[in-house]
């Protein structure tokens, strides 16, 4: 915080100061998607596939019953906002796989 004035009372009050950046800490990156993690996951979603719940929540999306879909998914995940963006990462995967069948033709 920069002071513009030299006064002893007030927000910028004090001593003038340069900040002290230092770099972010290790512990921040913790989730981060890399190159390596998502390679084997896709290797992974290849070679098995959907867990049952999940494709019985695809095919729910595609005759658009987002919101059965969504109840579906819910009760098997747990709460209202994983079930939200599971549903969100279900209608991408068959919004792709739509591409890819237009792609193919």
Same mark, same amino acid.
């Given at each position: 915080?920069?002071? !513009?004035?030299?006064? +002893? ?7 003038? &100061?340069?900040?002290? &950046? @230092?770099?972010?800490?290790? @512990?921040?990156?913790?989730? %981060? ?14 070679? %098995? ?14 005759? @658009?019953?987002?919101?059965? +879909? ?11 906002? %994983?079930?939200? !963006?599971? !549903?969100?990462?279900? @209608?991408? &995967?068959?919004?792709?796989? !739509? ?7």
């Amino acid at each position: 915080m920069a002071l !513009r004035y030299l006064m +002893a009372m007030g927000l910028n009050k004090g001593h003038k &100061v340069t900040k002290n &950046v @230092s770099k972010p800490r290790h @512990s921040r990156r913790h989730g %981060c998607l890399t190159k390596h993690t998502k390679f084997v996951r896709d290797i992974i979603r290849e070679l %098995c596939g959907f867990a049952h719940y999940k494709r019985c929540a695809m095919e729910l999306l595609k005759v @658009s019953k987002d919101r059965r +879909a969504l109840k579906l998914i819910k009760k098997r995940v747990g709460t209202h906002i %994983c079930a939200k !963006r599971k !549903r969100e990462e279900l @209608s991408n &995967v068959l919004a792709a796989m !739509r591409k890819a069948a237009a792609k193919k033709d």
